[in-house]
């Protein structure tokens, strides 16, 4: 029952803002000098260690992200939970792939991928399912694979029953990044990176802390 619930909500809400959101969000990276920086050593550790690196992102929205690791020379699948967004982002970056699916049972084989970038996402999991959708990072991930997450940090939940003139029902997880590492660390995956950005008062997408990690599943 709460699991069904915790991907409807979600899903249709992102379904009826998708172009919105996308208008908003399309050049966010643009002005994020930190995360730019985050995101190319990132793929260049992926690049590094993995010939022919795939990768995922994970609740990939409108594809700016996924579109700008291709830019850095991995070869993205973007997964979202929402079928509006999926077809959002194959129109705007046709050189990647986009397909509707759930970061909690990935439709993707054991030991594929060379990275996942779960790139505020998981702040869309309830606390009960983290575990699962954390142990589906490892799993497809092959040994010395990386895991990259962003989140806003907190204790709280944000409700939105509506954004951009839509009824929607969103829940805005805020994480706490010991919580996330002993998940990390329950899972098996060895911490790499661990980063908080402090709030900014010019950004209304950043004012509350952020959080960065990145873990790798061993060799
Ligand atoms: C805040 S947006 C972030 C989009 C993108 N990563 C970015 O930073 O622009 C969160 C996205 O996660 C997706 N999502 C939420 N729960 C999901 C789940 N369980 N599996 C896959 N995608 C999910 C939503 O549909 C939405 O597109």
Redesign the pocket.
Known sequence: MTETVH?IA??SS?DVIAEQYAEL?RA?LDDAPLDRALLSGFAEMVRRDHPDPQLL??????G??AAHLHQLGLTVRG????PA?VELARREHPEVSFDV????ALDVADASVAGVVA???L???PVPQRPR?ISEFYRVLRPGGYALLAFQIGDDTLHLDEAFGHEVSLDFHRLQPDAVVALLDDTGFELTVRLVKAPESTSAAAKVPQGFLIARKSW
């Open positions: 991907l979600p899903r992102y969000f966010e992102e994970v609740g990939s929205g409108p700016s992200v997964i979202d939970l929402s967004m699916g759930e970061m909690g790139w505020y996402s702040i869309h999991v959708v």
